[in-house]
């Protein structure tokens, strides 16, 4: 297939786009700046409205990944508007391109978070049957995922995968617990009992194929692994497979409160999520549990 990624230089985008042409398909970008080569990329500029038109040309999948990043910056009153439009304007952009036709998009895969039910505590697994959490992420993603229903009334097959926090070799949220600890000053965050539901970046890529080409996919799934972990299991685990010790006692909440704002909120809460709709469907992960996962991401160099 040829299958168009948006906001394709991020950690996902980066993956998924060598994932999807080891399987064989052709991958177009959209983005700021226009490129030539084995992958090219069209420009849109989302403020504007404005997209080439050439790169819808014999697409027929379309994966939205666009989005200012949830924590990259402090969470100033700007900041947070940046966030929320980043993903209303663009899905809207692509909506008014493909409701005028002349296209061949047959799918549309929208990212989406868990960040949809807001922060919950408990031992009850959440599905995607759960409400829309209340807080500033839970409001964002709700609203990302309503800017994209609209494709439905296109007759586009759509599928919204909510995805945690993924553990990856190239960067992200692993990295960044890993780097301290290489150092030996790692130490959990806040309690170190909040959840933490991940998926490593390999059975996301996976998620992805699953639901280009399987054509049964359709609304919102969760793209995470069953079996959620506490913010310091991964932080012990990562350390013993790094063979560093950790001596330190865990960063107090209200220190991560100080450095991070209310950006904070995602380090020490958490919310415990399962994929059922994914396993339902028949997906099997290659890295099911926090073991094999991180032996796979820390010991394969």
Not at 86 to 105: E, P
Not at 224 to 230: E, K, R, S, Y
């Amino acid at each position: 297939m040829v299958i168009l990624i948006t906001g394709a230089s991020g950690l996902i985008g980066s993956a998924l786009t060598e994932f999807l042409l080891q399987q064989g398909h052709a991958v177009v970008h959209l983005g700021r700046s226009p490129r030539t080569g084995k992958v090219p990329c069209y420009a849109w500029d989302i403020s504007n409205g404005k997209l080439d038109a050439r790169a819808l040309k014999g697409v027929e999948v379309i994966i939205h990944l666009a989005g200012a990043g949830v924590a990259e910056k402090r969470w100033t009153a700007q900041r947070k508007k940046e966030i929320l439009e980043s993903r209303i304007q663009s899905s809207r952009l692509l909506y008014d391109t493909l409701s005028k036709g002349g296209h061949s998009v047959k799918t549309f895969i929208s990212a989406s978070a868990i960040g949809y039910y807001g922060f919950l505590t408990g031992e009850d697994g959440v599905t995607e049957d759960h409400p829309a959490g209340n807080d500033f992420l839970a409001d964002v993603v709700r609203q990302w995922e309503e800017s994209v229903d609209g494709m439905t009334t296109l007759g586009i097959r759509l599928v919204k995968l909510r995805i945690g926090m993924v553990l990856s070799d190239k960067g992200g949220v692993l990295q960044e617990i890993v780097r301290p600890i290489k150092l030996f000053a790692g130490a959990p965050l806040g309690s170190g009992r909040q959840i933490m539901s991940w998926i490593h970046i390999q059975d996301l890529c996976r998620i992805f194929h699953e639901a280009i080409t399987h054509s049964k996919w359709a609304g919102a799934y969760n793209a995470v692994t069953n079996q959620p972990c506490a913010n310091r299991e991964l932080t012990h685990k990562s350390a013993r497979l790094l063979h560093r010790p950790l001596w330190l006692p865990p960063v107090p909440e209200f220190v991560l409160r100080l450095m991070l704002g209310q950006m904070a909120e995602i380090v020490v809460n958490g919310c415990r999520v399962i994929p059922q709709r994914a396993l339902q469907e028949g997906f099997r992960f290659y890295f099911p549990d926090l073991d094999s996962a991180l032996s796979d991401l820390l010991l394969k160099r």
